[in-house]
Every structure is written in C-alpha cells, then in structure tokens.
C-alpha cells in the first residue's frame, strides 16, 4: 500500500513562501499522475497542482503563477514551492496520486499576519 508523509507546513505572513515535501513509500519512477491537493477550513478537497501522464503540469487557477510543483523520482519525493503566499491559502495540504489513495496526514499551512 502506498503512503503519503507531508511535511514543510508552517505560519507563514502574506507574502511569504513554504516549501512543502512528499515522501512516497514507493518508488514513484512510474506513478505519473500525482498532485498537491489543500483543502481549507469548511470547504471540500480542491487539486492545486499536478503532474499528468503527459508530462504536464497543471494549476489550479487560483495559484497558477504562485504555486510550482516538481518531484526528484530518484527521492521518491515530491515538492509544492508556494511564493507570495495569501491569507486564503491557508489550507492542509496534502499529496496523493490522481484519482486519489489513501490519504496521508497531511500538513497545515496557516498564512496570517
């Protein structure tokens, strides 16, 4: 079974940046759709970046410009770079393949002044 172990979660103020990691349990040199999902206080699980099976990386709308996703398969490691952080970021973030698994515990980015 493939585990998800986020980390890198914090306060933050606006405008700041995190850097969040995923480590998988399992080689991920095959799994290609995998992504960063959040999702915030009273609100349902939203996907905010990924990778697909073509090789592209997809946004969210809301932080595409913000947001990098990218992944060191030799680490079995993916990585959310997350620059000029805002307020309605604050979510717990989690990583997972698409369709999702079993869910990790997640780490909670909180972005307040």
């Known amino acids: 079974q493939v585990q998800f172990v986020e980390s890198g979660g914090g306060l933050v103020q606006p405008g700041g940046s995190l850097r969040l990691s995923c480590t998988v349990s399992?080689?991920?040199?095959?799994?290609?759709?995998m992504g960063w999902y959040r999702q915030a206080p009273g609100k349902q699980r939203e996907l905010v970046a990924r990778?697909?099976?073509?090789?592209?990386?997809n946004y969210a709308d809301s932080v595409k410009g913000r947001f990098t996703i990218s992944r060191d398969s030799a680490k079995n490691t993916m990585y959310l770079q997350m620059n000029s952080l805002k307020p309605e970021d604050t979510a717990v973030y989690y990583c997972?393949?698409?369709?999702?698994?079993?869910w990790g515990q997640g780490t909670q980015v909180t972005v307040s002044s």
């Open positions: 990778f697909n099976s073509g090789g592209w990386l």
């Open positions: 997972n393949t698409e369709p999702a698994i079993l």
């Open positions: 399992k080689s991920i040199y095959s799994i290609y759709n």
